[in-house]
């Protein structure tokens, strides 16, 4: 069961922008933090961005004045804004969530993947 549906990856040109969108599928209890992970071929995998339910950001340092991480908490949703992509941006993105309990992680959970490709 699919837990965490990601939508708007694509193929776009060198400096050209997209919107990634995750959003739980209702059957996540306590999301804490929420974010996006990437891997891009023959790269480790790399986190991207996060926000956690008070919405505080971190952004990596390779995406930051570029990628912008936003959430609604009533929707459980994540977005990505992602500007002035670069060719090394390619990557298959992955959204989490973290369901966390007493202070502590009890599990994370991913979206399937959606490919993002910038063309040079």
């Known amino acids: 069961q699919v837990q965490l549906v990601e939508s708007g990856g694509g193929l776009v040109q060198d400096g050209g922008s997209l919107r990634l969108s995750c959003a739980d599928s209702g059957s996540i209890s306590g999301i804490n933090v929420m974010g996006w992970y990437r891997q891009g071929p023959g790269k480790q995998h790399e986190l991207v961005a996060s926000s956690d339910h008070g919405g505080r950001t971190n952004h990596a340092e390779s995406v930051k004045g570029r990628f912008t991480i936003s959430r609604d908490n009533a929707k459980n949703t994540v977005w990505l804004q992602m500007n002035n992509l670069k060719p090394e941006d390619t990557a298959v993105y992955y959204c989490?969530?973290?369901?966390?309990?007493?202070?502590?992680?009890?599990?994370?959970?991913w979206g399937q993947g959606t490919q993002v490709t910038v063309s040079s």
């Open positions: 989490y969530a973290d369901s966390v309990r007493a202070g502590l992680i009890i599990e994370r959970y």
